[in-house]
């Protein structure tokens, strides 16, 4: 399929054309600048919100239960499952199947999994592709979840209109530590397994460093949700909703949403030219005078500093 | 303290100094270019091995235990504790104060957190640089812990010169997806907490793991072992330094142990190139034309490739 083809059945919604554009995105296709070109002047529409948190807290099932409030509600709802552990294999790996069940016959959900495979720049522009060929193709409201505690948790803040981060109750001490970082990008905080034992404490410590946190000057102050995603419809998952929708509202008033999506452009756009500076240095063959100049750096004939100016030269930039 | 005087001082391995540096290298300090020049001619003694695995996984504890067992051997010892969960706040995360009683009295072991404040890139420049410091300030070995699961883990693959991965009994099913990827990053493989209930079966998972990965032409077949690094000196920790040993002296025959450390030097060289271009992008005031740029981008007015191009051109490089 040629480009303007792909971009006019993405448009159209059709579920090949939109799997096939996302494996070019995952394997960075040389055909992904003519697609995205195409495809810029339909996208803008799609509500975004990013689920995000700590292996175990029930990511998946969370996130299933909010499209299928969003379905409830008439709305059309593609879920991007993205995996950032994983740069190496692609495919399935965040349980596609089992969720895939439920919507199977449904025309309104799109789901798919997608696994990083950038190594320097984290998601880099991959998720913001993805999410401009779902956005085109006319999803009302597009999930991402993405898996880790980490980088990867920042990072999708940066691409999500809305911010939900999950905990659950135990996670342990280690989960302690990046609640406090992550706090910082959450704009809806949820407990799962909340039928669970020390939910309550769990509940305690996220509020006491809500109110500790000083978001600076933005108003917003995280509401935290508890829920049990897992039992029937989804214990919680209307709250969850009405305060997923209040955020919506709030960056409106304040706005804030048109911000977000800036940044998010800002961020693929650098991604891009990153890149493009990075496969000129010799991406991944890393032939040339990256290798010959990283051999004299190794081996303390040089300094970092003065191997990059070298470099700088090269790709036609004076040094600072 | 001047730059060149600091770089004496870190030589004569002044612990003022070397905290001193590390804070530098934390902030991106503009000093850090002629202070990693001087350091230059000093580096290349030091054994690097990276410590990481999931949250809960005792990874702390097995530090310290690692740490013990090398000054037992009779070499010195520099911990580094990389939180790349945290890139908003600075400082001891990782339990510093309770290992530094340990080590307290004894010269021969440097413990330091270090927060990991690069958004694009990940680890970056950041932990190359306070290994730089830390090697050139004669530590032996360098145990680099780096918390969370995904790319981070990732990451400190491409620093050490051997990397351990630490996994648990009874860590969830979100936990196995991530092991897939992380074993290829995996040169000795741990089961700590192998008194726990479960630590059978996740060796043997791991071992079916192992089995199944083709590491294509790298002949080492990475060791499991296990390990109770909470008790007494460490059970398994001998076991554990012995294989660490045995991945050295593989390299060393393979003419790996250059090989890796070319790559960390081509790592360090790239991110310092890729950042200058960053920050010559406006890369955290955003402002200028990036700016303006990112607001067509996000109104669907033009495309992110195009918008690169602009910013291509105006880095005085031509569009490819």
């Not at 399929?1 to 090949?16: K, N, S, Y």
């Amino acid at each position: 399929m040629q480009a303007p083809q792909l971009v006019e059945r993405i448009r159209g919604g059709d579920r090949r054309a939109l799997a096939r554009a996302l494996t070019l995105v995952e394997n960075g296709s040389g055909e992904l600048r003519e697609i995205m070109a195409g495809l810029a002047p339909y996208t803008g529409r799609s509500r975004v919100v990013g689920l995000t948190g700590p292996p175990g807290v029930g990511k998946s099932t969370t996130t299933n239960a909010v499209a299928r409030a969003a379905r409830v509600r008439g709305l059309t709802v593609a879920v991007l499952a993205v995996d950032p552990s994983s740069p190496f294999t692609g495919g399935a790996l965040l349980g596609d199947r089992v969720r895939m069940q439920e919507h199977a016959t449904d025309p309104g959900v799109f789901i798919r999994s997608m696994a990083n495979r950038g190594h320097l720049g984290g998601l880099s522009w991959a998720t913001p592709h993805a999410l401009r060929v779902l956005d085109a193709a006319g999803f009302d409201m597009i999930l991402v979840e993405t898996m880790g505690v980490g980088q990867a948790e920042v990072d999708i803040a940066g691409q999500a209109d809305t911010t939900v981060v999950l905990y659950a109750p135990g996670m342990g001490d280690s989960v302690q530590a990046a609640k406090a970082g992550v706090l910082e990008i959450a704009d809806v905080l949820v407990v799962n397994k909340a039928d669970r034992d020390g939910a309550r404490a769990t509940l305690r410590e996220l509020r006491q460093m809500v109110a500790m946190k000083d978001r600076g000057d933005r108003e917003w102050k995280p509401p935290i949700v508890m829920t049990v995603a897992s039992e029937g419809e989804g214990e919680g998952i209307d709250e969850l909703w009405d305060r997923m929708e209040q955020h919506l509202a709030h960056l409106e008033a304040e706005g804030g949403l048109l911000a977000r999506r800036r940044a998010r452009a800002r961020d693929e756009v650098r991604a891009i030219v990153l890149d493009t500076l990075r496969s000129r240095m010799g991406g991944t063959g890393d032939a040339g005078d990256l290798d010959a100049l990283a051999r004299e750096v190794a081996e303390g004939g040089r300094d970092p500093y003065s191997a990059a100016e070298v470099l700088l030269k090269e790709l036609g930039t004076a040094p600072r």
